[in-house]
């Protein structure tokens, strides 16, 4: 029925065993231990991306974690209006909820088909999907401190019996792979509960957050007691362990790194734009209107050396022989070194010289 996980699944761990059985040969437990070790690192490694997308997805969910409580809050009575705030937040944001959940989900699949898989390498078994009888036999008498790779704690003495295995033997190597898995599935949790925001936390996370810490690493320790968890699982379990924890604290820190150099890059921006102490600023404000300059005045002479010169030979002409006549010709050369000549008038200063001639 899940033929189409089970034959991916035992094809990369086919993969993996040929490049190792070719080292250390086929039958040899470190083959089938490196194969299952890299299984997990390329299923990981398939998964990295959607891993990197959902961290980011968090973070940016920490950030807007106040809005997130007031809509909370908001909407307490009303919980359809609260999911469809919830989903205008999110896509403000650009957050998908799904994100987060992308690699827990993928690896289900994975696990499953894992298990299934190594649990049909049983003696006498033709095929295991893409196995033939000599790989079915050679990962039989792989032997690993005494141990089979599909043995199981609780397996009844009549399979062991099948393996040429006892039970002190499976529990002796069983035993500090389930503490390493445990410890490794804490600290896991442990680093990605020391992530979260203060703000964001809600008493359903309080309790995620201890199920995570406690509950979910003395859940491996239990099952591998009780439930039928071949050694090969714990190994799946213990390398997948290993790989999240490096993977988390490589993928935050790079995080981290970019976080802070985006920040250097926007304070030395800052810095570059502002002004210096004492100085005003000479941008003009926001929706400021540019002022026009204004024109500058042409000094007096340069008008007066611009004003043609009168014909001394029209004025002589048009002069008469009374005083009202020198009068007219001096107040009109007063008037155009003035700038202006209205005819008719006078001014005082041609007035006060026609007065000293006629005295």
Known sequence: ??????????????????????????????????????????????????????????????????????????????????????????????????????????????????????????????????????????????????????????????????????????????IPLLLTASALTHLTARHSVSRQNPESAT????????????????????GGFFFPFPIGLILYWLSNNSWTLWQQRFVYKRIDAEEAAAKEAAIAKRSATAPKPGQRPTAPRPGQKPQAKKPTAQPADATTAEAPESDPTKATSAEKPTGTGSTASTGSTGSSAGGTEIPGLISDRSRKKSGRKNR
Request: glycine share 6%.
């Open 1 to 174: 029925m899940l033929d189409f996980i089970y034959y991916p699944v035992s094809f990369i761990l086919w993969c993996w065993h040929w490049v190792f059985g070719h080292i250390f040969g086929e039958s040899s437990a470190v083959a089938w231990v490196l194969g299952i070790v890299f299984l997990v690192f390329t299923l990981r490694a398939i998964m990295f991306k959607p891993m990197v997308n959902q961290v980011r997805s968090m973070k940016k969910m920490q950030e807007f974690a106040p809005e997130i409580k007031k809509l909370q809050k908001k909407y307490a009575n009303d919980k359809q209006k609260l999911a469809q705030e919830m989903q205008k937040l999110q896509s403000q944001h650009g957050v998908n909820p799904l994100g987060g959940c992308l690699p827990m989900l993928l690896q289900i699949p994975v696990f499953i088909g894992l298990f299934h898989v190594l649990h049909e390498f049983k003696p006498g078994k033709t095929e295991n999907y893409y196995f033939d009888e000599q790989g079915v036999a050679s990962y039989i008498q792989a032997d690993l401190f005494g141990a089979r790779l599909g043995n199981w704690i609780t397996q009844p003495a009549a399979e062991l019996a099948n393996f040429e295995v006892s039970r002190s033997s499976i529990i002796l190597v069983a």
């Open 203 to 222: 008493p359903q996370t309080a309790i995620m957050n201890k199920l995570t810490l406690y509950m979910f690493p003395l859940g491996v320790l239990v």
